[in-house]
């Protein structure tokens, strides 16, 4: 065993192992974002930063048994202090180190602003930021705020499902899943992903921000049986194409079997009525 100094406290510990794991054994809080126990470090996430007192090796003090032929280096304490990456760092003999201070902070907030830099929407990098004291703006929601499906949903399905509305201090699209008819045509024209549409067991869900604000139960193509759109998305285009001059009756038909039908009755309305042969004239 051996002694080291974590926050100038005393402790003894097994060599060998990494500053985090004495620190940790010692209950001391040393944050980590890269680090698990069944790996082997990386240092990629640099959250582990702890202060360490810089040694040098003093040429005067090099040690050289012939007998043994060894040469051993003598480190003495500059005093200065270093950061360094504790999941790494394997403690020494005597070695003194600080998890805590000043200079600690600034190189767990450096590190911590380049990775909130990469995952902006991490709530687990954001409570970090919130314990070191940095104030980030609102977490990005993958919105650019172009409004098309706040104005497809009024303009073109007349539904008015999706409206813009100040939130905890920013504009955001706010759904009314009582007006939602489950569609789709926000997530289809949202030039983000931002709106999505999933299709699970005859049920289509319609989320924004990661949340689902329409559940929609799915009805089957009369033509091939499979599931192709809402309950009410299909009660809106009969009550929009009841009008209709030409409309006789209601069938429900997938996009692809509506345009196959369409195309056989344009192609049987085409053909000439049959000629009446002197045979069939007899019967
Ligand atoms: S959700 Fe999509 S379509 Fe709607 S405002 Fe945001 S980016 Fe535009
Ligand atoms: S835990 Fe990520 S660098 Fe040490």
């Known amino acids: 065993m051996i002694t080291i100094y974590i926050n100038d406290q005393p402790l003894t510990v097994e060599p060998e192992i990494t500053v985090l794991k004495a620190a940790r054994d010692n209950n001391i809080h040393i944050p980590t974002l890269c680090h698990h126990p069944a790996l082997k470090p990386s240092g990629s996430c640099k959250m582990c930063a702890v202060a360490v007192e810089k040694v040098a090796v003093d040429p005067a003090i090099v040690l050289v048994s012939f007998s043994k032929m ?11 202090r270093t950061i360094m990456l504790s999941c790494i760092l394997r403690v020494k003999p005597g070695m003194r180190l600080w998890t805590e201070g000043e200079e600690v902070r600034q190189a767990r907030i450096k590190a911590l602003l380049k990775l909130i830099a990469m995952a902006p929407m991490s709530d687990r990098l954001r409570c970090l930021a919130k314990k070191e004291g940095i104030n980030l703006p609102p977490a990005p929601d993958g ?40 569609c789709g045509t926000c997530a289809n024209i949202c030039p983000t992903q931002a709106i999505t549409v999933q299709e699970d067991g005859g049920i289509r869900s ?35 194409t009841a009008p209709h001059p030409q409309v006789k009756e209601h069938h429900n038909y997938c996009a692809n079997c509506a345009k196959l039908f369409s195309n056989r009755l344009m192609v049987l309305e085409k053909q000439p009525p049959k000629q009446q042969t002197n045979n069939n004239k007899r019967q």
């Open 143 to 182: 919105c650019i705020r172009c409004r098309l499906c706040i104005r497809v949903c009024k303009e073109i399905i007349g539904k008015e499902a999706l409206r813009m509305e100040k939130l905890d201090g920013r504009q955001l699209v706010v759904p009314d899943p009582d007006r939602c008819i489950g």
């Open 206 to 240: 319609v989320s924004i921000r990661g949340s689902v604000f329409g559940r929609h139960p799915l009805m089957r193509c009369q033509g091939c049986g499979k599931y192709y759109a809402t309950e009410k998305q299909i009660r809106l285009m009969e009550e929009r």
């Open 70 to 80: 060894e040469v051993r280096k003598v480190e003495k304490i500059v005093g200065d």
